[in-house]
């Protein structure tokens, strides 16, 4: 799987079992204080579910979500430009790459900054990003996220079967702790900093619907490194069937890191 490849995404069906994350989301813009005419950043927008609520609370403001994905940004305008116009704007980059200075009032990001390798860089573009006084608000999976699963995955990539293409893969995540995260924040130039973990398990319906959702968010670059559909449904299956047995069943260990801080005044 080469970099564009890897990040693209199955937009259709991420926008459908994304549950968890919009459920998540809507914890992070509880935490906002707006006054309703604030221009936001949407870092990591996805499929623009969170960016519409966001959207409802700015009812005079502007927000512009970013992706890697163009399949993410193709259903978040087809979604959001027809009832936002003119308040919403798409754009493809890296979060490492900010086309950005000085641009905004505010930053939101959730479910996003794990699949950013570098959190000192990315933490420097988005200060960059921000005006004076400016706020970051974001969630992202933390210290210990999905430990049981990962676990599960690493003995998966040593069996013969997965080796070739799955043994001496590296995670395509960083799941840091809050005084790790702080730090970086502080290096980046961030002020008011708070940060702090919290579990969030999720539970599946069933198997059918744990598959799915590790199909579609978790394990789908590890998917992608397997050589036919056979495979990756024999990897799946494998991940389903030691879910099975967990208490409760077909439940993925979440732990989400909570992010707080501002540019100086």
């Keep these: ?12 069906d991420y926008h459908r079992v994304s549950q968890p994350q919009l459920s998540w989301g809507k914890k992070v813009l509880a935490r906002l204080r707006l006054r309703g005419d604030e221009t936001v950043l949407d870092a990591g927008c996805g499929s623009g579910r969170l960016t519409a609520e966001l959207l409802e609370a700015l009812p005079k403001g502007h ?30 980059c890296d979060l490492l790459h900010l086309p950005f200075e000085n641009s905004f009032d505010g930053i939101v990001s959730t479910a996003a900054f794990h699949w950013v390798l570098d959190h000192d860089d990315l933490f420097q573009n988005l200060r960059r990003a921000l005006r004076a006084g400016g706020w970051l608000e974001a969630q992202c999976g933390g210290a210990g996220n999905l430990a049981r699963l990962r676990e599960r995955m690493k003995l998966l990539a040593a069996l013969p079967k997965y080796a070739p293409f799955l043994g001496g893969y590296p995670e395509p995540w960083l799941f840091q702790d809050a005084e790790n995260a702080a730090t970086a924040l502080r290096r980046a130039g961030f002020v008011e900093i708070e940060t702090g973990l919290e579990p969030a398990l999720t539970v599946f319906e069933g198997r059918e619907a744990y598959v799915e959702f590790l199909k579609t968010v978790v394990v789908r670059t ?5 050589p036919d559909p056979e495979l990756q449904a024999q990897y799946l299956s494998d991940l389903a069937d030691q879910a099975a047995h967990d208490d409760p069943p077909f439940a993925l260990d979440y732990w989400r890191l909570n992010l707080s801080a501002k540019t100086p005044a």
């Design 1 to 12: 799987m080469g970099p564009s490849s890897s990040r693209e995404w199955n937009a259709a």
């Design 63 to 92: 927000v512009v979500g970013v992706d890697l994905s163009s399949n993410m940004l193709n259903i978040a305008r087809e979604h959001l430009q027809p009832r936002f116009e003119g308040r919403v704007e798409f754009i493809a």
């Design 222 to 226: 590890y998917l992608g490194r397997l």
